[in-house]
């Protein structure tokens, strides 16, 4: 936190790359509004993009325990925060999976992370955060088309977010042309920043440039009023692991 770059975009360093907050302000409203929130929390997403760059960079040859232990400084210095926490333990028993030929579908190691998270944290059960770190998951699960997993992922979530919040069916075109943006370009740049200062001025200049785009997209759509009620987790809870029960016995068909 303290390496982070100090310009007026600080609170984009820290959040993007530290899992820090956002603070209330104007361009947190707009992320909210367009649906790309979940880029700027620390998520499953952060991780496996890190696990991706790791690779890339090492070519592969970095023994599994070691990046893996990598992986897990990452999750400490998030204050563990539960979604990447459970991507973690998502990754690790994806090896376990492969190491000890368990035969293990995907939807059950993603349940297995789950129910591993509550075992850890169970006040976690009163947190949407966790829930929609699995429909997501979910959601990324079904195609192999961006656009149409973007699509998955607003169906299934859509009721989930919607009991707090508003999330505009433009949200799927936003996420499937900004999201690859943000996440392949700007975070690693982002990242680079805090170690390569020369980077910062342009790092900068780009924020301002995605947050004047961000700023336009939110102003041309037409948005009710977010709610603002209190939300009960256990009936999403419930209707996750609904989706998750129907997609799996879908998955197994079709590959029957």
């Given at each position: 936190?303290n390496h982070?770059?100090?310009?007026?975009?600080?609170?984009?360093?820290?959040?993007?790359?530290?899992?820090?907050k956002l603070?209330?302000?104007?361009?947190?409203?707009?992320?909210?509004?367009?649906?790309?929130?979940?880029l700027?929390?620390?998520?499953?997403?952060?991780?496996?993009?890190?696990k991706?760059?790791?690779?890339?960079?090492?070519?592969?040859?970095?023994?599994?325990?070691i990046?893996?232990?990598?992986?897990?400084?990452?999750?400490?210095?998030?204050?563990?925060?539960?979604?990447?926490?459970?991507?973690?333990?998502?990754?690790?028993?994806?090896?376990?999976n492969?190491?000890?030929?368990?035969?293990?579908?995907?939807f059950?190691i993603?349940?297995?992370s789950?129910?591993?998270?509550?075992?850890i944290?169970?006040?976690?059960?009163?947190?949407?955060?966790?829930?929609?770190?699995?429909?997501?998951?979910?959601?990324?699960?079904?195609?192999?088309?961006f656009?149409?997993?973007?699509f998955?992922?607003?169906?299934?979530?859509?009721?989930?977010?919607?009991?707090?919040?508003?999330?505009?069916?433009w949200s799927v075109?936003?996420?499937a042309?900004?999201?690859?943006?943000?996440?392949?370009?700007?975070?690693?740049?982002?990242?680079?920043?805090?170690?390569?200062?020369?980077?910062?001025?342009?790092?900068?200049?780009?924020?301002?440039?995605?947050?004047?785009?961000?700023?336009?997209?939110?102003?041309?759509?037409?948005?009710?009023?977010?709610?603002?009620?209190?939300?009960?987790?256990?009936?999403?809870?419930?209707?996750?692991?609904?989706?998750?029960?129907?997609?799996?016995?879908?998955f197994?068909?079709?590959?029957?």
């Amino acid at each position: 936190m303290n390496h982070s770059p100090n310009t007026a975009w600080r609170f984009i360093y820290q959040a993007l790359v530290c899992g820090e907050k956002l603070p209330q302000s104007a361009q947190k409203i707009t992320l909210q509004n367009i649906g790309l929130i979940h880029l700027f929390v620390v998520s499953g997403a952060h991780l496996h993009l890190l696990k991706y760059f790791l690779d890339k960079i090492t070519k592969g040859k970095v023994p599994f325990f070691i990046e893996v232990f990598l992986l897990f400084i990452f999750v400490a210095i998030c204050n563990f925060q539960i979604t990447a926490l459970r991507a973690w333990i998502q990754i690790l028993l994806n090896k376990g999976n492969q190491v000890f030929y368990l035969n293990y579908s995907r939807f059950q190691i993603l349940l297995l992370s789950v129910l591993s998270c509550l075992l850890i944290n169970p006040s976690k059960i009163t947190s949407l955060s966790l829930v929609l770190s699995w429909g997501a998951c979910l959601g990324l699960f079904s195609f192999s088309s961006f656009f149409l997993r973007s699509f998955a992922c607003y169906l299934i979530l859509f009721p989930v977010i919607n009991a707090f919040s508003y999330l505009s069916p433009w949200s799927v075109v936003i996420n499937a042309f900004i999201s690859p943006i943000i996440a392949c370009f700007l975070f690693p740049l982002t990242l680079m920043s805090f170690a390569l200062s020369p980077l910062v001025p342009m790092t900068d200049s780009l924020w301002s440039a995605c947050f004047y785009l961000l700023n336009f997209l939110d102003m041309s759509l037409n948005k009710p009023q977010a709610s603002q009620s209190f939300v009960q987790s256990l009936p999403y809870w419930f209707y996750v692991l609904f989706i998750h029960f129907f997609m799996e016995q879908l998955f197994r068909k079709k590959s029957l």
